[in-house]
């Protein structure tokens, strides 16, 4: 398996997932390329974080199938990270964090230094390397686990709406390196249930209401012309669950 | 009453006048309970971290054998180890019975369970917190050993103190395998013992008091440092 | 910057256990003096007279000697399974059997000290007019009243149990009621007699050195079958090649010496003499 080859596309083909009793989601089929930023859009409960999770393989789906172009586990493990809407961060410095993911990820001890530091320039934590990860904001926490997936050079990059509680402006910043990645060509799919941040940040929707796939559309498209009523209620900013 | 005044002033009068009984006894006291606490945390926090993380056929048994063996009468635990070291036992031939090593083996012993169950208990804890996180960063149970165990650190001090607590404090164990034998194997809680039973109740309990004064330090000291610790690290 | 120094504390905190460990393993094994095993009972430990006689015995030899108090029963089991390299004990029935299994060789009378019935200063069971210790337990029995048995098979134990045999009463089946056995040791049944009020039998050693004596007093002692006879064995190098026989008979023969006999005599507690040696038996 060669290091650069590509994991993508992502397949989900029929996918459902039931817990306890309850179907959370169902029927979910979609294609992901690389290159556009996936937004998973949707009210809460709407099941995109649980969709997340199933492309992340951190979850099994109860039904259907979710495939990659490749089939082994490490070398998928190997080309994802995912940044979670409360990342948990090592009890250790931010920098140690970094490192940390690096040494999993199997980067060899002498280049992992140049890579720490590079991720922490990038997410502008340089300052605050040695600091305790515990102890940092809220922005700054979410900033790190940006790094830390980021520094292990992943294909494709969850987050799960990874602005949830923070300000505008750790919003902003946060968003603005969103983009940075995407442009250095890390695929992006993320969930969100802010509307102004997909507008934003999207290049394509997938709309999730009630466990349900109802829209895949290229963003431009759904935010001129949403085709289903749950999508234009949720535009017009009812509360639809 | 006159007993008790008695204990606390002669246990005064002991700890100023430093004597050198005392502090022969105190210091063995001390090495032959952190020896024994060090060697069990060695064991016992990888192994309460993997009872934590790992599944296996008999999982929960092994979890309830060890919940159960935390209450082990220390008695119990130094008659096995007084019959394994004992010559005519398999482990005689080490000449370790009557010796620090016996007490330090009973120790051991005593306090692993303690040790390992505390530390899975806490490991679960974390490990709820940290199981997506750590997946998704492509972390295996055996690699999330000693993740767990340092990112735990804080909430570890206390299990560590609860089995120095059980070394230090336990005369059951101790006095059966090392033969509370002055200059060589007598410590805190033997000396009370053997006090106790010359009648110098007052002598006895001084002793006592001094070994409180003496545990108490050791934990305020471990927890004001690991409060501190936790403090700066969030 | 507090965490790696907390690893490094935890670092460093392991590599001093390891050394102190292994350190503690060298000073067992080369920095010691010689030493033996003496497994004896608690009248001589409690008393403090091994521990007044051994610092005169390596003086002389070098030797230290390490004591192990316990019951007779228990010092002989240890004899037997080769944890001690001399006993010194007193219960002449079961030191002969132990010579006679081959557990040990060369028994030698050390010394001898008296046992006595001790009792509430106030005597309900008025056993204090009696001379003749056997007469006194039936006494005892026959109102009923509290005794404090050791029920651990010491030597101690044992002798109740010949005057028990004396006084031609069977104590045993009253065993909860009035004849309590404590299964522990002198000083700890001492502490329940006095708390309780009761009626005991002691070594006159323990006695003496003992603090917390409550109402209680010496009733009954000076007669014959309280007399209490210490004996030395060696044990038996044949069975157990690692007990250091040489060393070991050094410490025997030097208690049956004239210097160890002296020594023994010579110890007092509030000026009372404790311990009687052989050699004033034979006078």
Redesign the interface.
């Known amino acids: 398996m060669s290091p650069t080859a590509s994991i993508l596309p992502l397949r989900f083909s029929q996918v459902g997932y039931e817990a306890g009793g309850k179907l959370l989601l169902d029927d979910i089929s979609f294609e992901l390329e690389s290159g556009p930023r996936t937004v998973i859009l949707g009210p809460n409960g709407a099941g995109k974080s649980l969709g997340l999770r199933l492309a992340h393989g951190l979850i099994e789906p109860t039904s259907g199938a979710i495939e990659w172009s490749s089939a082994d586990p490490i070398f998928l493990r190997s080309k994802q990270a995912m940044v979670f809407e409360r990342p948990v961060l090592l009890?250790?410095?931010a920098a140690?964090n970094i490192d940390y993911a690096l040494s999993i990820h199997g980067t060899p001890r002498r280049e992992r230094e140049t890579r720490v530091e590079a991720a922490l320039t990038k997410t502008g934590l340089s300052a605050l390397a040695?600091r305790?990860a515990r102890v940092l904001s809220a922005g700054e926490r979410q900033r790190l686990a940006i790094a830390r997936a980021w520094a292990t050079e992943p294909e494709v990059l969850f987050l799960d709406e990874p602005t949830a509680a923070l300000d505008p402006a750790a919003t902003r910043a946060i968003e603005t390196l969103i983009c940075s990645i995407a442009d250095s060509g890390t695929k992006i799919v993320m969930t969100t249930h802010d509307l102004g941040q997909a507008r934003r940040l999207a290049d394509e929707i997938l709309f999730f209401s009630a466990g349900r796939l109802l829209e895949h559309t290229p963003a431009a498209d759904f935010f001129a012309e949403p085709a289903t009523g749950a999508a234009k209620a949720f535009l017009r900013g009812e509360l639809t669950w | 009453m006159d007993d008790l005044l008695g204990a606390i002033q002669s246990a005064i009068r002991l700890m100023l006048t430093l004597d050198p009984d005392l502090i022969e006894i105190v210091a063995l006291s001390f090495?032959v309970a952190?020896?024994g606490l060090?060697?069990a945390a060695?064991v016992g926090l990888p192994l309460g971290a993997a009872l934590a993380l790992f599944r296996f056929p008999g999982h929960n048994l092994a979890v309830v054998a060890m919940n159960a063996l935390m209450g082990l009468p220390p008695v119990v635990v130094g008659l096995f180890v007084y019959l394994l070291l004992?010559?005519?036992?398999p482990l005689?031939?080490l000449?370790w019975?009557?010796?620090?090593?016996a007490m330090?083996l009973a120790q051991f012993l005593l306090v692993l369970p303690i040790i390992a169950a505390l530390t899975r208990q806490v490991v679960a804890d974390l490990a709820q917190e940290y199981d997506e996180q750590l997946r998704s960063l492509g972390v295996g149970p055996a690699r999330a050993i000693p993740t767990l165990l340092w990112d735990g650190?804080y909430q570890l001090v206390t299990t560590l103190l609860a089995g120095f607590g059980r070394a230090i404090g336990e005369v059951g164990a101790v006095l059966v395998v090392g033969?509370?034998?002055?200059h060589?194997s007598r410590v805190m809680t033997t000396a009370i013992t053997?006090e106790?039973?010359?009648?110098?109740?007052s002598l006895a309990l001084a002793l006592g008091i001094i070994l409180l004064l003496m545990s108490l330090l050791v934990s305020a000291a471990a927890t004001f440092a690991s409060r501190l610790?936790a403090t700066?690290?969030g | 910057?507090?965490?790696p120094t907390?690893a490094r504390l935890c670092r460093a905190?392991?590599v001093t256990?390891l050394v102190?460990?292994s350190m503690?393993?060298e000073r067992?094994l080369a920095g010691d003096p010689p030493f033996i095993?003496l497994a004896s009972t608690?009248s001589t430990e409690?008393s403090g007279l091994l521990?007044y006689l051994t610092p005169k015995f390596r003086e002389v030899t070098g030797i230290d000697v390490?004591?192990?108090?316990v019951g007779t029963g228990q010092a002989l089991r240890m004899g037997r399974?080769?944890?001690a390299d001399v006993v010194l004990v007193h219960d002449r029935a079961s030191e002969d059997a132990f010579v006679a299994a081959g557990y040990g060789i060369e028994r030698r009378d050390v010394m001898y000290n008296d046992f006595v019935i001790l009792g509430p200063r106030d005597d309900p069971a008025s056993i204090r007019e009696t001379s003749n210790a056997p007469r006194a337990l039936a006494k005892l029995a026959e109102g009923r009243h509290t005794f404090l048995s050791r029920g651990d098979d010491s030597g101690t134990h044992k002798a109740e149990m010949r005057l028990w045999a004396l006084a031609e009463v069977d104590p045993r089946p009253a065993s909860g009621t009035w004849y309590r056995e404590t299964g522990s040791?002198?000083?700890?049944t001492?502490?329940t007699a006095?708390a309780m009020n009761a009626y005991t039998l002691s070594d006159r050693g323990t006695w003496l050195?003992?603090?917390?004596?409550g109402d209680l007093e010496i009733l009954v002692e000076g007669d014959p079958p309280l007399n209490n006879p210490y004996g030395a064995i060696l044990v038996n190098p044949e069975r157990?090649p690692?007990v250091k026989a040489e060393l070991g008979r050094k410490f025997v023969e030097w208690l049956v010496s004239d210097a160890g006999q002296k020594a023994i005599d010579d110890f007092r507690i509030d000026g009372q003499q404790l311990f009687f040696s052989n050699r004033n038996a034979e006078k």
Request: hydrophobic fraction near 40%; aromatic fraction near 2%; charged fraction near 20%.
């Open positions: 009890r250790r410095s140690a040695e305790p | 090495e952190l020896l060090g060697l060695l004992s010559r005519s036992g005689g031939s000449g019975l009557f010796t620090a090593k330090i650190r033969g509370n034998i002055a060589v053997l106790t039973s010359r009648g110098d109740l610790a700066i690290d | 910057m507090v965490i907390l905190a392991i256990a102190a460990l503690n393993g067992t095993t608690t409690n521990a390490r004591v192990v108090a399974s080769g944890d040791g002198m000083g700890a001492l502490n006095s050195s003992f603090r917390n004596r157990h690692h």
